[in-house]
């Protein structure tokens, strides 16, 4: 949601939120989390059994997790707390995919009690999973294609051959062999090669790539394939000039492929799965902010009682999120600010030389697109607290789903009760 027209509350609604829960705060939008949800998969209904897995680490809270289980969703984890919410959620077995790299031997073990699909990071990954969770009845492989692929530019996760993810082709090849001489008969396989990307071609060759490769695989092997995992990266448009994927016509196009390759192929049927976080929750999430400072030195700066830990991309990929001063949607963007946060950092910007109204001390403002890698990227540093997060329901009731951070949780892994520090305890 990139421009000031598509907010979800408006002023009155927001500063009485604001009064009962101090800002700030992250504030998601249930209706429009399931309303895209359902479009997503009514955009790929041709594709029996598609799913969506959650990519949790946008937005690891599990009430979240649970609406988007009802609209059909699973559950992408790559750690021991994700699959925790995912268990906790009540989602099922194979609703889960385990998509980690440099995964300790727990995790597998885990992964595995819960029945969750294991999508292998590397070849040499093979005897730790077998060793700690046994070799599963279904397996996947993550892909990276290196120098035979290129991705765009402003691309988060680069180049594939920069890229620390995946196995090579070649060991993809010996990779299967192996799991089916261990007893493997259900086999997928992943690639994640794109984040924040909103060109759709990017999906459909990715796509396309992985059909010839199930191709392949399986005429080597003799191994039949369930499912592609195309991964996750649908990008949102943060800047207003932006425009969101067409999922449609991002369906139809990879539809088109699929008739080609798979079905043609005599491979069909073969599910389609990704694993999309950031156009899940992002565009319904919004950080809201109280000005607490205007400051005239060299530059104008606003300053606000948020902080590059609530919402770390600007400050770190020097990403644009939209930014709305409520009550003013309509007043002439006439002054320059920097907007920023109390971070000792000079890099705690969340936004520079940007043309905004007149702000005051006191106005409440929205930073759009913080639906995901939001919160999630929240960080103490500096001895900052995460903010609360709330779910503004369906019928319009606005709930807390996590609290905020109090110095007592601040304090809670330290210990001032040792002898030398015994005069810590006493204060
Ligand atoms: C981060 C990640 C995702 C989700 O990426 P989005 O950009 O949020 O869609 C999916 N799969 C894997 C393996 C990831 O690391």
Redesign the pocket.
């Known amino acids: 949601m990139n421009n000031d027209s598509d907010l979800f509350f408006g002023y009155d609604e927001i500063k009485e939120i604001a009064d009962r829960y101090p800002t700030p705060f992250h504030i998601y939008d249930e209706k429009g989390i399931r309303e895209n949800a359902r479009r997503l998969y009514r955009a790929f209904s041709w594709s029996k059994g598609f799913m969506n ?1 959650f ?1 949790v ?2 937005c690891p809270n599990p009430y979240l997790v649970q609406i988007l289980k009802q609209e059909g969703c699973g559950a ?1 984890c ?1 750690s021991f707390p994700e699959l925790l919410i995912s268990e906790k959620v009540g989602m099922p077995g194979e609703s889960i995919m385990f ?3 440099d995964t300790p031997a727990g995790e597998y073990k885990k992964a595995s009690e819960l029945g969750a699909i294991i ?1 292998l990071d590397d070849i040499t990954h093979i005897p730790s999973l077998e060793k700690n969770a046994g070799i599963p009845e279904v397996i996947s492989f ?1 892909y990276n294609p290196g120098p035979l692929r290129k991705t765009g530019a402003g691309n ?1 996760i680069g180049n594939p051959e920069q890229s620390k ?1 995946g196995l090579t082709k070649e060991q993809l090849f010996d990779a299967y062999r192996i799991m089916k001489e261990k007893g493997t008969v259900r086999f997928g396989l ?1 690639t ?1 090669i ?3 990307e909103l060109n759709p071609d990017a999906f459909v060759e990715t796509a396309g790539m992985l059909f010839d490769l199930v191709m392949e695989i399986s005429g080597k092997l003799g191994i039949t394939f369930e499912f592609v995992n195309l ?5 949102i448009p943060y800047r207003p000039e932006q425009k969101a994927v067409d999922i449609e016509g991002l369906s139809e196009s990879i539809r088109e492929v699929y008739r080609e390759k798979i079905e043609h192929g005599g491979l069909a049927p073969l599910k389609i799965f990704m ?6 929750t ?1 565009p319904f999430g919004y950080l809201v902010t109280t000005a607490i400072h205007e400051k005239h030195i060299y530059k104008e700066y606003i300053g606000v009682d948020a902080c590059m830990a609530n919402l770390m991309r600007p400050g770190m990929y020097g990403a644009y999120h939209h930014i709305t001063v409520m009550g003013k949607e309509n007043a002439t963007k006439d002054h320059k600010y920097d907007v920023v946060g109390s971070l000792c950092e000079n890099n705690d910007k969340f936004a520079i030389d940007r043309m905004l109204p007149e702000i005051k001390t006191g106005d409440i403002i929205a930073i759009h697109n913080a639906g ?2 939001g919160h999630a990227m929240g960080f103490n540093y500096n001895g900052k607290l995460r903010s609360a997060e709330l779910l503004r329901k369906m019928d319009g009731s606005v709930m807390m789903i996590r609290r905020a951070e109090t110095t007592k949780d601040y304090f809670a892994t330290l210990d001032f009760s040792g002898s030398e520090y015994g005069s810590l305890a006493k204060q």
């Open positions: 897995y990519a680490k946008a992408d790559s998509t980690s790299n999508n993550r988060v993810y992943h994640m794109a984040s924040n991964g996750g990266g649908i990008g694993e999309n976080g950031r156009m899940m992002g995901a890698h």
